[in-house]
C-alpha cells in the first residue's frame, strides 16, 4: 500500500501539472472513442499498449476478456458494454486477449477447477472450439467474444447502422507485439457473407 501511496504523491508532483489542461477538460466531458476489453491480468495494460491519453479508452477488464452473451438481469459487464456504446457512442469496440491467459490455460490444459466454482461458472462463456493449444484458444476466445459482444442490443443495433467497428487482437507480453484476430463473418457487417449479427 506504502507503494500505491508513494505513486499517488509522484503522480501529483510530476504527472498531473504537465496534465492539467487534460484532466480540467475531461472535468466536465467523457467521450471515449473506443470500449476496449480485455483480461483482468495485470501484464496487460490497454493505455500504455495503445499509447492512449485518459479519457481516450473505456475499458472493461475481465477474467480471460470474456463477454457473456447478452441476457436479461443485472450484469456488470452488459451495462459498460451498454453504456460506452448507447450513451457514449464510440466507434470501435477492441477486444484483446493476450498470451500466457491464466484462464485460458486452464482450460486447455484442463486444470481442475473445483475450488474455484465463480471462476469455472465464468469461463463457460469461453464457448470456443477446445483445444490443448492455449495460443489457439487465446485466439478463439477473442473471435467467440467478439459473437458474444454481438448478442447486445446496444451492440448489434450500432453494427447494424454501420456505426460501430469490431476488432480482434491478441497481445504478446514477451514481444510487445500485437496481431489481429478475425471477426466473426457472421458479426462482421463490412464482410460480404454478412447477416443480421444478432444471434443466441
Ligand atoms: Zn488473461
Redesign the pocket.
Known amino acids: 500500500m506504502h507503494d500505491l501511496s508513494e505513486g499517488v504523491a509522484r503522480f501529483q508532483r510530476d504527472v498531473f501539472p504537465g496534465k492539467a489542461d487534460l484532466f480540467a477538460r475531461l472535468a466536465t466531458t467523457h467521450r471515449p472513442g473506443t470500449l476496449f476489453i480485455s483480461?483482468?491480468?495485470a501484464r496487460?495494460v490497454p493505455e500504455l499498449i495503445t499509447q492512449r491519453e485518459p479519457g481516450e479508452l473505456f475499458v472493461i477488464r475481465t477474467?480471460?476478456?470474456v463477454v457473456p452473451p447478452y441476457a436479461p438481469g443485472a450484469d456488470g459487464v452488459a451495462a459498460s458494454v451498454e453504456y460506452a456504446v448507447a450513451v457514449l457512442g464510440v466507434g470501435d469496440v477492441v477486444v484483446c486477449g493476450?498470451s500466457g491467459?491464466?484462464?485460458?490455460t486452464a482450460l486447455a490444459e484442463g486444470h481442475d477447477l473445483g475450488a474455484l466454482p465463480a471462476v469455472a461458472d465464468w469461463l463457460r462463456h469461453v464457448d470456443a472450439v477446445p483445444t490443448r493449444d492455449v495460443a489457439a484458444l487465446v485466439r478463439a476466445n477473442v473471435a467467440a467474444q467478439l459473437a458474444n459482444l454481438a448478442t447486445h442490443p446496444a451492440v448489434a443495433r450500432a453494427l447494424a447502422a454501420r456505426t460501430l467497428t469490431l476488432r480482434g487482437w491478441v497481445f504478446d507480453i514477451p514481444t510487445g507485439s500485437v496481431t489481429d484476430v478475425d471477426v466473426p463473418t457472421d458479426v462482421d457487417v463490412s464482410s460480404p457473407v454478412a447477416r443480421t449479427p444478432v444471434h443466441q
Open positions: 483480461c483482468s491480468d496487460v477474467a480471460g476478456n493476450h491467459c491464466g484462464a485460458m
